[in-house]
């Protein structure tokens, strides 16, 4: 069972920058692929950005060039870093864990979620 708890949420302006964070228990985290997904209110869930194993990335079109996810195997912990923040990235974003290592922008890929933490951008 692999644990996933994000951190770094909180109320921005328009322009701004976040820096979310998502810690992972489990000694395979250096095989699985992650991923950021983010849910408006009334809304479904939405792929951001995914990493796998060795580094390769995919965004979602609306946050290329202003997102970039990476991680640090030695830490467990996958990170998103947002900049140039839009009232549009308000959402809760979750954090998950595919056991596969693929690299996908499927929800139902993913094994493993966190609780989500809220992101509000401010206009």
């Known amino acids: 069972q692999v644990q996933l708890v994000e951190s770094g949420g909180g109320l921005v302006q328009a322009g701004g920058s976040l820096r979310l964070s998502c810690a992972a228990s489990g000694r395979t985290f250096s095989s699985y692929a992650m991923g950021w997904f983010r849910q408006a209110p009334g809304k479904g869930r939405d792929f951001v950005a995914g990493i796998n194993w060795n580094g390769n990335t995919v965004y979602a079109d609306s946050v290329k060039g202003r997102f970039t996810i990476s991680r640090d195997n030695a830490k467990n912990t996958v990170y998103l870093q947002m900049n140039s923040l839009k009232p549009e990235d308000t959402a809760v974003y979750y954090c998950?864990?595919?056991?596969?290592?693929?690299?996908?922008?499927?929800?139902?890929?993913?094994?493993?979620w966190g609780q989500g933490t809220q992101v509000t951008v401010s206009s």
């Open positions: 998950a864990a595919d056991r596969a290592g693929r690299t996908t922008t499927y929800a139902g890929a993913y094994d493993y």
